[in-house]
């Protein structure tokens, strides 16, 4: 049997899940050498287009025009897609912004803060439109297992690959859920 | 009561007649998920979470408020339940803000538990994320509108266990929340920071700002004791992480002992003043630290140059082993006669009181003359055992309350006030503001000093003897009619409890509280007592008094021969009147403190002491009974233990007595 | 596919032809975020400015607002997953002074172990996962295998010296605060948890080995540094953290600023006092504001901070064996400043040997496992808290100002990564130059473009706690910013 191709997607977030993957330190690099390949994951390799894989890992929320674009073409190319951590499976604290106005988030942060001189919005093509609410993956494409945590643990995350590897969708089990 | 059978889950099962399904599907180890019951208090069936099926039942019911009843068939975990139970949660999830990353009550959240045994790893829904506000504005609570729940706990604890109803639900629909008055901030409102709504409080909508990530069960010891603020002696879980102490619960969630004071809840945690940690002796009249040794070897030195000459006074806050061993220390080290504690006046007023001296006799004496007052002989009975206890509270049809005196609301208020809403009229005498107030039928305010001449003129006016009430309102100050429709409502109660503090043993003595006996003696017993409570200045009142470390006499105030030394073991007490200490008259003033008082900066010696959390043992609390209190913290570094210290005055005094065996095991308890 | 690369190239090149300016876009890899990078080209195809842009935002500024200053730290640490540790600092140092709170010396202590493990983590991250397998095993290595998986076939023993590394920092987060990523330790006032005995045995077992791990990685970056042919240098101003003796301070201490040439503009500068010195820019093309020395105008006194910066301003190391290793260092340079950013990985290399060492002298100190670890503090005693660290990647800045019941009124917040924001842009164009010309360049650039960034290690989640992501391509656009086309890697 080949490897099973697995790549990374990380939206907006904090790359704490990212961390949290490579937390598994050894059984990581066990992973690696044996039964996993990672085909494009943005802290680790350096591949740049999204190429079909097994299993599509994402991490972060649906913040920008350019993250919906990403996480579409990213589902296109991936069999299973795994959403992981808070953000992803429930917007988790990038989905905060929510609670406010878009514009006026852009305005305290590029305007109003006490140490900017001469602020302005960015707004030119090269910066990907802000959306106006902040989603959870599962919101914008079908996702077939959450993984949640602000990160999940890396005996959680090893728990969802390992299902992965047996060809199972992974269910966390209760008592390895957690939120924080 | 009744038994009957029912059929849950397949299984036969037996409850009681007047059970919920759910109080019989908890007590035969059946679980159903709720956020919104709890069983100190009325269910609502608000968070629809104990659904079941009912068979011969199309609709769902909520299991909390379901009536048991013979040859009921239950279902509570079926698969159609279970999805829809899980789509409950996430209704929850999707209509406020929960952010469990950041919450303080992560980890023993009851919402964020529920979620993760129902698997609610995403939200399916439109995420509302309203922006709700957060009330921050009280000393301690935090109510967090974006994380609750609505389950209406803390509204009904308030209202049923408190018996305040601060909190109640305002606005509508989506929008509703939790808020004090008509959408008040906390502060300002009635709440008297007491806490039950935060332990109650399934999330985190209702948190303690300054706990900030320290408190998480888990990661907690455990000690569940009971809080020696005062003779209440509340049953409580102290939790403390790395020895430090973090959080303070109500250890009984099943009845309205859950409820614990501000003092007991916060202030012990955050309230406290800096401690003392080294000994300090006088040296050309300023307190200079100095080491344990030093301290105690000028301690004992002097002791030894004087004694028997030597006074010793001791909190009653300080559990029965700290207590007999001081006595020891006194009477067979020392040899003094001079021994007694700072609430000595206090039981002595009682125990010569007709309530002391009934007790005594040990039989009812229908008394025609007036009161016992007098009695040459001390009434070495138990006269504590005369009153009935504060749960009794609810049975009263009348309740006379005379200047209870605690710093804070505590149960007891909140009994009275459970009281007064079941029907039972307040009387209130009180020179000054009373908590209960608003809750009296009647609140007499006596000019100060005069509260014992207006309990004396009630008691007898009350029993029908001749009494000038208009003369006495007069005298006192309150106007006449309140006074006699008092003496109405009294004589017209069948079931009174009388209920009364410190305040008024100083000013009026025995003779007052002999006259709140009478009035007791007159009516139905409550639960085979008499319809009297009295408030115990001290955690250990009644111990340090049948221990005899309360002098039967007192301490004469004139001086002996040579300079008269006084050994005063104060603790974490802070009711010590210094004045007590300088009416002594002492040459050299020993002074065992946790805190820095007007006594220790009269003191000649200071010594470290302990705090009530840092000491085990055992206490006769407010209702008569031992208590069994544990040790909860280690002293901090610098301060040894108070039986550590007499031992060791003991020894260099060339005596050596043998330290009672630490907390648990009590010391037995003879004398009076 | 590296042909593809080039025919690609050349078909943009074509379509250039008609003159006017041109934008290349790579998509950032390999870094700690999301990142695009545009290099513009002028009429005869030389670099005529290289940017690199920011395209996430979170807000973290605003939402802060109205929660509470005991939640801030817990808040903040989710800013950035990498350095949880720093954010929760900082936080904790800005609520300490907003309540007046002297935090008892052991929980100062506890604060300062977590930073150690933090930076080790973070640099072993940085050096073996990010950088060395670009160093190692060369820049036009396969692309699918030029990484630390690849490193890990190749250069085993090296490559499981850095998982170890990182390892022992996460170890060290993990047995203070119970967990490696977003841990919940520093709290206003102290720490929420004591070191036990057990864990500090554990700890101190392990450390003499980590030290000597450290100082062979410190041989290893010093020898590829020295023989990089290209170092990129850059004249920046400087600026970092010191102590009382001018040494290097990553928790305390104060601010000076050395300008390009080496003389120190600002010394001693209590860092609470960062507005006066420190001012912000805004670029219409990058969610990441551009932060500058305030009396050097902007863009000439954009700053350099991080391990180079905070190399170039210290006078010394408080750790004998990083102390050895900075004063060959200053050797590189002049006048106390080395410019080439690619000794940003010989300073990391150092640092994360001090953090090491001075790791050891935590663990040995007596107070370690103390129990005293939190002052109470109730009452917010001044409206505004200012919490000032040196960060794994630079100057952390939490400004909070604080309402009387404890919410937060405002937040401002300048994390290393938007200080080194210029230095990024500053360094990809000096690469670019390089090996742009007359529109001519070989397939080595992306990733050429791409470590000069990483050369910085920059967190683009830290820095886009404002918003963001950062894949980067090459763009090519026209004078009027009509796009011609654009270069991908596949």
């Known amino acids: 049997m080949g490897k099973a191709r697995i790549s990374t997607l990380w939206l907006s977030g904090c790359s704490g899940c990212h961390m949290s993957l490579l937390d598994l330190d050894e059984a990581l690099v066990e992973l690696l050498s044996g039964k996993v390949e990672i085909v494009k994951s943005p802290p680790l390799t350096d591949v740049k287009e999204h190429t079909p894989v097994d299993v599509g890992i994402v991490e972060g929320a649906v913040a920008t025009e350019e993250d919906e674009e990403e996480l579409r073409k990213f589902r296109d190319n991936c069999k299973i897609l795994v959403a992981i951590g808070d953000c992803a499976c429930f917007g988790g604290i990038t989905s905060y912004r929510n609670l406010f106005d878009k514009d006026e988030v852009l305005s305290r942060v590029f305007v109003e803060t006490e140490s900017v001189v001469d602020g302005k919005v960015p707004a030119s093509r090269y910066v990907p439109k802000i959306l106006d609410k902040v989603k959870a993956v599962g919101h914008i494409v079908k996702v077939e297992a959450h993984i949640p945590g602000c990160p999940p643990s890396p005996r959680a995350l090893l728990y969802a690959l390992k299902e992965l590897l047996e060809g199972r969708i992974p269910i966390l089990p209760s008592d390895m859920a957690s939120f924080e | 009561m009744k038994e009957i059978r029912l059929k849950i889950d397949g299984r036969e099962v037996k409850g009681k007649e007047g059970d919920t399904v759910l109080d019989v599907c908890l007590a035969n180890g059946i679980e159903v998920p709720t956020l919104c019951n709890l069983k100190c208090l009325t269910p609502v069936g608000a968070c629809r979470l104990c659904v079941i099926e009912i068979e011969g039942e199309k609709k769902l019911n909520t299991a909390c408020t379901y009536p048991a009843r ?61 922006k ?28 049923e266990i408190v018996g305040l109803h601060v909190l109640d639900f305002s606005k509508r629909g989506s929008r509703t929340m939790v808020t004090a008055g008509l959408g008040d901030p906390l502060k300002g409102s009635p709440c008297i920071a007491c806490g039950l709504c935060m332990q109650v409080c399934p999330t985190g909508a209702i948190f303690d700002k300054f706990s900030s990530y320290k408190f998480k069960r888990k990661d907690c010891e455990k000690i569940s004791t009971v809080c020696q603020e005062c003779g209440l002696l509340c049953p409580i879980d102290a939790y403390t992480k790395n020895g430090n102490l973090v959080r303070i619960e109500g250890s009984n969630l099943d009845d309205f002992r859950v409820q614990l004071c501000r003092l007991g809840r916060f202030d012990v945690i955050y309230g406290k003043p800096p401690r003392i940690l080294r ?44 207590l007999e061993l001081f006595k020891r220390f006194a009477t067979d080290v020392l040899g003094t006669m001079y021994l007694d504690s700072f609430d000595g006046e206090w039981s002595r007023a009682i125990s010569r009181s007709s309530q002391g001296s009934w007790v005594e006799l040990g039989h009812f004496v229908e008394e025609e003359s007036g009161y016992s007052i007098g009695l040459s002989k001390a009434p070495y009975g138990s006269w504590e055992d005369a009153e009935c206890g504060f749960n009794d ?134 639960n085979g007592r008499f319809g009297i409570i009295s408030i115990k200045p001290s955690s250990n009142t009644l111990g340090a008094w049948r221990l005899m470390v309360t002098s039967a006499e007192g301490i004469p105030s004139q001086k002996g021969k040579g300079p008269r030394i006084v050994y005063a073991l104060i603790g974490d007490d802070d009711s010590i009147d210094a004045k007590f200490l300088s009416n002594l008259k002492p040459d ?75 907390e648990g095991i009590g010391v037995e308890v003879k004398g009076r | 596919m590296d042909r593809e690369v080039e025919t690609e190239m050349g078909g943009m090149r074509s379509a250039s032809s008609g003159g006017g300016e041109r934008e290349i876009r790579i998509p950032v890899t390999r870094i700690e975020g999301h990142g695009k990078v545009t290099i513009v080209l002028d009429r005869d195809g030389n670099v005529a400015d290289a940017r690199f842009h920011v395209v996430q935002i979170r807000g973290f500024e605003k939402f802060c607002e109205g929660r509470l200053l005991w939640e801030m730290p817990v808040i903040t640490s989710r800013i950035c997953g990498i350095c ?52 190692l095993l060369g820049f036009d290595y396969e692309v699918e295998k030029r990484n630390i998986v690849g490193l890990l076939e190749s250069k085993p023993e090296l490559a499981k010296r850095g998982v170890g590394l990182r390892k022992f920092g996460q170890e060290v987060i993990e047995a203070l605060a119970g967990r490696r990523v977003h841990p919940t330790f520093a709290i206003p006032g102290g720490v929420n948890g004591a070191l036990s005995q057990e864990k500090r045995d554990k700890l101190m077992a392990q450390i003499d080995g980590v030290i000597e791990s450290a100082k062979s990685t410190v041989e290893l970056v010093k020898d590829i540094c020295m023989r990089q042919d290209d170092r990129i240098p850059i004249k920046m101003y400087n600026m970092g953290l010191i102590g009382r003796n001018g040494e290097l301070e990553l928790y305390d201490g104060e601010l000076r600023i050395k300008d390009p040439r080496g003389n120190v503009v600002e010394d ?51 750790t004998p064996l990083a102390d050895g290793e900075f004063r060959e260092f200053k050797g590189v340079g002049e006048n106390g400043i080395v410019d080439g950013t690619m000794f940003y990985h010989y300073a990391r290399a150092i640092e994360m040997l001090h953090a090491a060492e001075k790791a050891k002298e935590l663990l040995q100190d007596d107070e370690i496992c103390s129990k005293e670890i939190w002052a109470e503090a109730k009452e917010i005693r001044n409206s505004e808290g200012i919490g000032v660290i040196e960060a794994p990647r630079g100057t952390l800045i939490h400004h909070y100002w604080v309402n009387g019941d404890g919410t937060i009124r405002k937040a401002n917040l300048i994390v290393a990564t938007v200080f080194n924001n210029m230095g990024m842009n500053l360094a990809i164009r000096e690469v670019a130059s390089k090996r742009i010309r007359g529109g001519r360049f070989d397939e080595g650039i992306l990733n050429r473009v791409e470590h000069a960034i990483r050369c910085f290690d920059p967190c683009l989640s830290c820095s886009t706690h404002a918003i963001g992501q950062m894949p980067l391509s090459i763009q090519i656009i026209s004078e009027d910013g009509e796009v011609l086309g654009e270069i991908r890697r596949d």
């Open chain 3, 84 to 135: 949880p540790v720093s954010h929760s600092l900082a936080s904790a140092k800005a609520c300490d002074a907003a309540l007046g709170a002297e935090i008892p010396s052991p929980a100062k202590k506890l604060r300062l172990l977590l930073h150690m493990g933090q930076v080790i983590q973070s640099h072993a991250l940085s050096l073996f996962y990010l950088s060395l397998p670009d160093l």
């Open chain 2, 70 to 130: 013979e040859g009921l068939v239950v279902r509570t975990n079926t698969e159609s339940l279970n999805k829809y139970r899980k789509r409950m949660l996430e209704f929850l999830f999707a209509e406020r803000n929960h952010y469990c990353m950041f919450c303080e009550k992560s980890g023993d959240c009851e919402l964020q538990n529920l979620a993760y045994k129902f698997q609610v790893y995403n939200v399916p829904l439109d995420m509302l994320n309203p």
């Open chain 2, 132 to 159: 709700l506000p957060m009330d921050s504005s009280h000393e301690y609570l935090t109510i967090e509108h974006n994380r609750c729940v609505l389950c209406s706990r803390c509204i009904r604890a308030c209202d």
């Open chain 3, 268 to 318: 001693g500068f209590n860092p609470s006092d960062y507005l006066m010195i420190i001012g912000e820019r805004v670029e219409d093309w990058s969610y990441l504001k551009f932060p500058y020395y305030r009396w050097a105008g902007f863009p000439k006194g954009s700053l350099r901070v991080g391990p180079l910066g905070r190399l170039n301003v210290a006078d010394g190391i408080p």
């Open chain 2, 393 to 526: 509270i609810q049975r009263a049809d009348c309740l006379i309350s005379v200047e209870l005196g605690f710093k804070v609301q505590n149960p007891i208020h909140s009994q009275i006030r459970r009281a007064v809403k079941g029907g039972a009229k307040l009387i209130i005498v009180n020179p000054g503001d009373d908590p209960l107030g608003e809750w009296a039928s009647i609140f007499l305010k006596p000019s100060r000093g005069s509260e014992a001449i207006l309990v004396e003129a009630i008691s007898r006016a009350a029993r029908g003897r001749a009494v000038d009430l208009e003369d006495v309102a007069r005298e006192c100050g309150v106007a006449p009619e309140a006074l006699r429709s008092a003496v109405e409502i009294l004589r017209a109660s069948k079931r009174c409890i009388a209920i009364y503090g410190a305040g008024l043993v100083k000013v009026g003595g025995s003779r007052a509280v002999s006259a709140l006996f009478e009035i007791a003696k007159e009516k139905e017993m409550v």
């Open chain 2, 279 to 322: 000994p300090m002796v006088r040296e050309g009249g300023e307190l200079r630290e100095r080491s344990m040794d030093e301290a105690l070897k000028l301690v004992a030195d002097r002791m030894r140059a004087n004694f028997p000459n030597v006074i010793c006074v001791a909190s009653a806050k300080y559990p029965n082993e700290i």
């Open chain 2, 588 to 662: 050299f003033l020993v002074v065992q403190s946790a805190y820095r008082s007007p006594a220790t900066s009269m003191a000649d010696v200071v010594i470290p002491a302990t705090t009530w959390l840092e000491r085990g043992g055992e206490l006769i609390g407010q209702d008569g009974r031992r208590h069994l209190a544990r040790k909860v913290l280690e002293p901090p570094a610098g301060v040894v233990g108070e039986a550590e210290v007499i031992a060791e005055l003991s020894k260099r005094m060339g005596k050596e007595i043998p330290i009672p065996r630490a």
